[in-house]
Structure formats: structure tokens, C-alpha cells
């Protein structure tokens, strides 16, 4: 059982274990409390504190000869490269506004494919692109569904 994170481990500092991954998507990422299976198939219980939020990249568990690190699954979002940096703020505003997540992906902002951000980017007359791509949001909000 995964009670916690590794905090302070490296992955640098265990080249002599093997590399085992967790993929999850921005949702699944916040579900602390849950079985999963790796990508080697070993099968966890975890039992993170309440209000957990684990990042690509964070080293999960070691055990005698392995460790398991958090990797980010491609997931289906919206891309926007904005004209001017006025453009980056009010999209960003906007997304917030509706309680909607943002990521940065380089120049491009990533919101999550959903109908309402379709709607949103267009009523804004912002060109945007459907992608795949890892969603690591910049703040955590809550959705207003219905």
C-alpha cells in the first residue's frame, strides 16, 4: 500500500533499480485513494492524504529493487497559441471564470476538450486546435456541470 510520495528521492539516485511508471491522466491524478496497475503490471493499493494532487514526474514508491514514478497520460485538450500576451490573460480569465483548469504547454495554453471550452474559444474568436497532449493544470478548479 502507498501511503505516501518519495519525497526527496531522485531519480538520478536509482539507476541500480528498475523504472516502473504510473500513467494518469490530470483527473486520475487526483484520486488518492484507489487500486491501480502499472505499467509492468504490478498491482497498488493507494492511500494518499485527502486532497493529494500527484505531478509527472514524482517518484511514488521505491521498493527494495524498483520504484514507480507518476507519468502524465495524453489526454484529448484544446490548444491555443494567443496572438499577444492581452490575449493569454483574457483567455485565461475567461477559462478561470468558468471554473475550468489551464495548462502551458510552451507557447500554447491546453484547456480540456470539453464542449463548453468549444464554445468559449469560438464565441472569443480564438483559433484553437484539437491535441493530445499531457494536461498538467496550473491551479486545480471545479466544474460547474449542468
Do not use: C, K
Not at 111 to 128: C, E, K, N, S, W
Request: a negative charge.
Amino acid at each position: 500500500m502507498v501511503t505516501h510520495s518519495q519525497v526527496g528521492e531522485r531519480e538520478e539516485d536509482l539507476s541500480g533499480h528498475e523504472r516502473d511508471t504510473l500513467l494518469l491522466t490530470a483527473e486520475e491524478r487526483q484520486w488518492g485513494r484507489r487500486r491501480v496497475t502499472t505499467t509492468r503490471g504490478r498491482t497498488l493499493a493507494l492511500a494518499l492524504p485527502t486532497g493529494t494532487t500527484l505531478t509527472p514526474g514524482e517518484i511514488l514508491h521505491v521498493g527494495l529493487d524498483w520504484y514507480l514514478i507518476v507519468e502524465g497520460a495524453p489526454e484529448p485538450v484544446l490548444a491555443v497559441t494567443p496572438a499577444s500576451g492581452e490575449e493569454a490573460l483574457r483567455i485565461a480569465f475567461e477559462v478561470g471564470n468558468r471554473h475550468f483548469t489551464l495548462a502551458l504547454d510552451g507557447e500554447r495554453l491546453l484547456v480540456p476538450d470539453d464542449r463548453a471550452m468549444d464554445q468559449l474559444l469560438t464565441r472569443l474568436g480564438v483559433p484553437f486546435e484539437r491535441a493530445q497532449a499531457v494536461f498538467v493544470p496550473i491551479g486545480r478548479g471545479h466544474r460547474h456541470d449542468g
